[in-house]
């Protein structure tokens, strides 16, 4: 069974999101359940492992955190750049990374990027540094502490490291 579905989370994913875009007929139902075995079958070789979720209820609520961040972050962004006599103070931050582990740099780097207002442009050669590109920054070490605070501690409560 492993061999026909070797992700089968990700292929029950896609059904559903083939089902939810596309609807439910039964064409639909059979060549998204033809999909959902094919590209986890194709691709599955190419994905590496993640660390385990430790928490999930924390994943849960850095989801949600996530989720208010990104609405509170649109309407911040908005106002700033509709404002008449807005001046926006664009500036880059090194951002000195605490986690270690590749799937957890990448989360926080979309984490980051995900955040109207901040974009997560590249990882040092020694991968210890972020460098984030702001929309508006006021103060550099508020950014860092925000980030800290906010993203990579619960990251790294989510996956116990």
């Known amino acids: 069974m492993k061999r026909l579905f070797p992700m089968p989370w990700h292929s029950l994913l896609l059904l559903i ?13 059979i060549l998204g359940s033809i999909l959902a075995v094919l590209i986890p079958l194709l691709t599955h070789r190419y994905v590496s492992g993640h ?3 430790r928490h999930p209820w ?20 908005a106002q700033r750049v509709l404002a008449p006599n807005s ?9 000195p990374l605490q986690v270690t582990d590749p799937f957890q740099m990448t989360l926080l780097a979309s984490t980051i990027s995900l955040t109207p207002g901040t974009v997560s442009v590249e990882f040092s050669e020694d991968r210890r540094w972020l460098y984030v590109h702001a929309l508006h920054l006021d103060n550099t070490e508020e950014l860092v502490d925000f980030i800290r605070r906010r993203y990579e501690q619960p990251l790294q409560e989510i996956f116990a490291c």
């Open 17 to 29: 999101v083939w089902l939810l875009l596309n609807g439910g007929s039964f064409g639909h139902l």
């Open 58 to 77: 924390k994943a849960v609520r850095y989801i949600r955190r996530l989720l208010w961040d990104i609405i509170v972050a649109n309407i911040e962004v």
């Open 87 to 95: 001046t926006l103070k664009p500036g880059w931050v090194a951002y």
């Open 51 to 53: 660390p385990p979720i």
